[in-house]
């Protein structure tokens, strides 16, 4: 039998210095991209355009995550890109998170760090409520808060029935390996002020306020019946009428602010409110260790 030979002193001495030749590449080309993003942040400091475009983002990792094979993993991809992604943004202007609990502080600054950036400022708040009001009065450009669940008290999505410009852009971790905390179902959506953006495989949250006899599965059957597939459902109290249940649906497919469909289930369930509570891409989960063709 016979044994794989060891590189020879010399033969490693050469693969280092490749090393060292693709890391100065690597260091010009990612130079040469601050430039560039530079240039497109005082582009839109003078458009007005905002600079965490979540949607944007999910295209571009998903398009290196398709074309990726070799021994590096998809996650280290990801992870790198993701970094990348961060100080683009900060490169562009101001980036503050706020969060609140979920599951203890510990998981919330993860699901920030791991999506932000492990340099982005993170804001703590006590509660969600506290999160969403920061948001709408600028004192964090995004927030994170937990995925809706049912509760006999109402969630954070009372808090922005009524602030139509605050939306929920980004679902995290968007990227998960079995070990991630996702796996165990913990998450987050990213709130921030702007109408979502198509990312062409996203879902899309809806919400409801209807009369206490109307049940989920009545929610459920109005939203599959205008083509609205739902994933997933959660119902509270309405904080602000009474004898009111707040119905939040997430469907499969991206839905817009004005979309006909909305309203049509509105109708149905004799709705008397109602809006879009977000539209985010939908999660990436990891398909295997190494990149694979």
């Not at 993860?110 to 509660?127: I, K, P, Q, W």
Request: negative net charge; hydrophobic residues 45%.
């Amino acid at each position: 039998m016979s044994e794989t030979m060891s590189p020879a002193p010399d033969d490693l001495a050469a693969l280092r210095r490749e090393i060292d030749s693709i890391d100065e590449q690597l260091h010009g080309l990612l130079m040469r991209r601050g430039d560039v993003v530079a240039k497109i942040g005082r582009r839109k400091a003078v458009d007005g355009e905002v600079t965490f475009r979540p949607a944007r983002e999910a295209q571009l990792l998903r398009g290196l995550v398709a074309r990726h094979h070799g021994a590096l993993s998809n996650a280290a991809i990801v992870r790198i890109w993701r970094e990348i992604i961060a100080a683009s943004i900060r490169i562009q202007g101001n980036l503050t998170v706020g969060c609140c609990p979920i599951e203890g502080h510990g998981v919330a600054l993860n699901l920030a760090h791991g999506h932000f950036g492990l340099n982005t400022d993170v804001v703590r708040f006590e509660t969600a409520s506290h999160v969403i009001s920061a948001v709408h009065r600028g004192e964090v450009s995004v927030g994170l808060v937990p995925l809706p669940q049912d509760a006999d008290v109402p969630g954070w999505w009372g808090d922005i029935r009524d602030k139509s410009e605050l939306y929920a852009v980004a679902r995290l971790p968007w990227f998960a390996s079995p070990a991630d905390a996702a796996a165990a179902g913990v998450g987050a959506l990213a709130v921030a002020r702007g109408l979502p953006e198509e990312s062409g495989e996203d879902r899309s949250m809806l919400m409801f306020s209807c009369s206490s006899p109307v049940s989920r599965a009545r929610v459920g059957e109005a939203c599959a019946a205008e083509g609205l597939a739902p994933v997933s459902q959660a119902v509270t109290s309405d904080p602000h009428e009474v004898d009111q249940l707040l119905h939040v649906v997430e469907v499969e497919g991206f839905v817009g602010a004005e979309d006909a469909r909305i309203r049509a289930v509105a109708a149905e369930l004799d709705a008397s409110n109602t809006r879009l509570l977000g539209a985010f891409a939908r999660p990436l989960a990891a398909s295997g260790a190494v990149g694979a063709k």
